[in-house]
Structure formats: structure tokens, C-alpha cells
């Protein structure tokens, strides 16, 4: 599912060399300044009466720190009237990570798109974001996300690496910040100081000519426009291609079809590694089509792209839907076997579209898709209460 998000398990040497080497254990909290989901700037300072300071550094794409947002809400609520301060804090520069690499995502890692994902999901705890100038991260050297850090009341690090040993509840057998804040409360030596860490690596502003690069490369592919005759759209409503199939029926003259246009496309680029398809379907008339195709090339549609082949519209519609009677836009995602997913007729909601393709979509953990869906989307399956 992951071939283009980096998941990978950091052992790091004695020697802790690395391009952004990880603060030291026994050093003291390096300062903070940033803004938060709630509109405050938040400091270091703000948690000086609070004998024990946990730093989770997290992010809203990665598909590892989303299994961790509950432990991370369950941890601050578990040990908040204990005195334990918990902050995450938002390491990624948006501008270095690919549009692919949100495969497993709604949303990127904007300040804004934290705001959405707390709305969301419902979180509490303060979530801070770095992705401006990513001074605190380098101070800190998380590598991947989650990565937590763990001060007592003198603010000296005293537990660095993992929350715990798997992103899936029921393989956890190892609560390494847990037992790390126990033994602090209770002035003993925390017995794992450090351990490795597991999720998404952490997006550096290096990496910014990687993502310039893959858009180069998508602005490089062809865009096409063939037409579509009424048997045509009958076998597009099979989905013979067994893949994920997102369907946007639009026009020209339509202005909330031009709208909406970029976001499929850019939720194309998101999920085709995952075997999501998307065909635009233009309902112009077929001698309309050197507009059509002007369009598409303005929009860089690399997606499939048809024109309706007659112009007979009421049965070409009927071809594809005989309840469709009305206008466009017309948006419908199919299931890889033909069964319909989402399918609404006007301007889509693109995040509840993102969200239903995610849900749905064929995983390795079923706690990824679980993650995605209303109402039951906390089950114990994805969260957790570690």
C-alpha cells in the first residue's frame, strides 16, 4: 500500500550520526514558539509548572501517526491531572512533500489542514505546527512520525523514541512512554531511555526539489480527450478495469464543474498509486470539442478523459444512469466490482469524497480503513487507549 510513503524502523547507532541528529538524552528542552490549531502562539515556557513535558512529534498524512492520534488524546487525558503537559507538535514542510505521498490522507500538513484534521477527528490536546521554518524540529531531530520526547521538571530529556511497539492496538505489548512517565512520576530511573521509532520520516525543506520534480514530471504527461458513445458509457458503469473507479461528469459552460476540477485531479494524483482510476466525462456537444480539450490542457487533466459522442444528451445520460435526468456537475465513485460508493449530483464535498475512497480502499490493516469511517471511526481497532 505504501510504495510511496516511507515506513521504516530507525535503530540508531551509538553514535547517533545522522543528516539531523536527535537531541541527546540528558540535554535540556530546546525553546519553542508556535502556533497552534486553537490560534495561540504556544511556548516552552507556557509549561513550566508541569513536573513532566512530553513532546509527541506528529502529522495528519501519515498514515502510522494517524493510527497514534487517540493514544496521543488518551495519553494527555490519562495523566493530565497529574501534572504531565503533552504537546505535539507538526514537523513536515508541506512544500517538500509530494503530491503522492498523501496516498493514505485527506489532507496535507498545513497549519490550516491541522485544523481541519483536530475538527475532524475531535482532538483536544495542543497540536503545534513547525512547518514554516522547521527551527524547533531541527532542535529536536524527530525522524519519523510519531517521535516522542520525554522531560522531567528540570526539562532534561530523559525518555526519546517510540510511544510504543506497534501501530496496531492489538500487537501492543511495550507501552515505552507510559512506563517512561511512571517511573518519572514516581522519581525512579526510567528503565528504556531510548528506542527506535516507526512511521512516516519526517519531510525536511531539502526535500522540496523531490516534490518540484514529481510535479515536472505529471506536467510532462499527455492529456487526451476521446470520445464516448452510449455503449461506451454502459461499459464505463461496469468498471470492467476492476480498479477504484471515480467518475466526473462536467461541462465547459459549467462553473462549479471548473471548481471542482483541480481538487479531482489533485485526488487523482493522491490515490492512483493505489489503484484509484478517474475518468472526466464532458457533456459539450461533440463539435464542441477544441473547447473541451483547451480546458482540459488549462487543468492538466492526465486523468481519462471523454466527450459525449452524440448530441443526444438525455440518452447518453440514460446509458450511464437512467435515473440521472438532470444537470452537471455529476460525480460517482465505483467500487472495483461496479457498486457505487459515493455518487452526488452538484458540487462535491471533497474531503467526505477523499474520505469515502480511503475507507474503502483495499489496505493491509484494516485499522487504516477503519480510520475513515463515520461515526465508528475511534474503534478501539485504530485507536486504542495505550
Known amino acids: 500500500m505504501w510504495r510511496m510513503i516511507v515506513l521504516f524502523l530507525l535503530t540508531l547507532s551509538a553514535s547517533g550520526q545522522t543528516a539531523h541528529p536527535i537531541l541527546a538524552l540528558g540535554s535540556s528542552a530546546p525553546d519553542f514558539s508556535l502556533p497552534g490549531v486553537d490560534g495561540k502562539i504556544h511556548r516552552l515556557a507556557d509549561y513550566g509548572t508541569s513536573p513532566i513535558l512530553v513532546v509527541v512529534f506528529t502529522c495528519n498524512h501519515c498514515p502510522i501517526a494517524q493510527m497514534y492520534e487517540q493514544r496521543i488524546q488518551q495519553l494527555e487525558a490519562d495523566y493530565r491531572d497529574r501534572g504531565v503537559a503533552v504537546v505535539a507538535i507538526q514537523p513536515n514542510d508541506p512544500k517538500a512533500i509530494r503530491i503522492d505521498e498523501l496516498d493514505s490522507s485527506d489532507i496535507s500538513d498545513t497549519l490550516d489542514e491541522m485544523k481541519i484534521r483536530v475538527a475532524y477527528k475531535n482532538l483536544h490536546y ?10 524547533v524540529t531541527r532542535a529536536y531531530g524527530p525522524q519519523a512520525t510519531p517521535h516522542v520526547f520525554i522531560f522531567d521538571k528540570d526539562r532534561k530529556l530523559r525518555y526519546e523514541g517510540r510511544m510504543d511497539n506497534s501501530y496496531r492496538k492489538e500487537l501492543v505489548n511495550s507501552l515505552d512512554a507510559r512506563n ?6 514516581a522519581n525512579r530511573e526510567v528503565p528504556v531511555k531510548k528506542t527506535g521509532v516507526f512511521g512516516c520520516s519526517t519531510k525536511w525543506q531539502e526535500k522540496e526539489a523531490s516534490r518540484i520534480a514529481s510535479l515536472r514530471k505529471i506536467d510532462e504527461q499527455p492529456v487526451t480527450l476521446d470520445m464516448a458513445t452510449a455503449a461506451d458509457l454502459k461499459t464505463l458503469r461496469r468498471n470492467p478495469a476492476k480498479h477504484m473507479l471515480l467518475i466526473s461528469f462536467w461541462a465547459t459552460w459549467c462553473g462549479s464543474c471548473i471548481d471542482e476540477f483541480s481538487d479531482l485531479q489533485d485526488t487523482y494524483q493522491m490515490y492512483k498509486v493505489r489503484d484509484v482510476d478517474l475518468v472526466t466525462v464532458s457533456a459539450n456537444m461533440p463539435d464542441e470539442k477544441a473547447g473541451v480539450l483547451k480546458m482540459l490542457d488549462k487543468k492538466h487533466a492526465t486523468s481519462r478523459n471523454l466527450l459525449f459522442a452524440s448530441d ?3 440518452a447518453l445520460q440514460a446509458a450511464f444512469d437512467p435515473a ?5 456537475p455529476y460525480t460517482i465513485l465505483l467500487d472495483p466490482d461496479g457498486k457505487v460508493l459515493y455518487k452526488n449530483l452538484g458540487a462535491v464535498d471533497i474531503l467526505e469524497l477523499r474520505r469515502t475512497i480511503l475507507a ?9 480503513n477503519q480510520y475513515w469511517q463515520v461515526g465508528s471511526s475511534q474503534s478501539s481497532a485504530t485507536s486504542g487507549g495505550q
Not at 517512561?180 to 512520576?185: G, N, P, V, Y
Open 360 to 368: 474503502n480502499l483495499p489496505s493491509d490493516y484494516i485499522g487504516f
Open 180 to 185: 517512561a512517565i511512571d517511573a518519572l512520576l
Open 324 to 328: 440521472w435526468e438532470s444537470a452537471v
Open 312 to 314: 443526444d444528451t438525455a
Open 126 to 135: 495542543p497540536y503545534l505546527y513547525d512547518g514554516e521554518t522547521q527551527s
